[in-house]
């Protein structure tokens, strides 16, 4: 098992930068795919980014060119910078991690609140 905590979340304004972090327990964090999703109000929670085990990334066409995820695993630590922010980036991000030996098994954070406004 993993628990994953999410930190970095906040108010910023429009065309503002932000870093999100999820920090994994264990130490076994190398194997995880890791990804990066948010939910907004009234809305479902829809896939930001993703990165594997490899380092391969993956984006959503409304994050590309904008945000980058990147991992750490000395840290046990996976990233979300976000830049350009618009108003529409405004949700809960929420971080997960997937055993690629067992994908039916998904390990999520407790999310952190982005709001971007002026």
């Known amino acids: 098992q993993v628990q994953l905590v999410e930190s970095g979340g906040g108010l910023v304004q429009p065309g503002g930068s932000l870093r999100l972090s999820c920090g994994a327990s264990?130490?076994?964090?190398?194997?995880?795919?890791m990804g990066w999703y948010r939910q907004a109000p009234g809305k479902e929670r829809e896939m930001v980014a993703t990165?594997?085990?490899?380092?391969?990334?993956n984006y959503k066409d409304f994050v590309k060119g904008r945000f980058t995820i990147s991992r750490d695993n000395a840290k046990n630590t996976v990233y979300l910078q976000m830049n350009s922010m618009t108003p529409e980036d405004t949700a809960v991000y929420s971080c997960?991690?997937?055993?690629?030996?067992?994908?039916?098994?998904?390990?999520w954070g407790q999310g952190t609140q982005v709001t971007v406004s002026s």
């Open positions: 990165i594997t085990s490899g380092g391969s990334t």
């Open positions: 264990g130490r076994t964090f190398s194997i995880y795919d």
């Open positions: 997960k991690a997937t055993d690629p030996r067992y994908p039916w098994a998904d390990y």
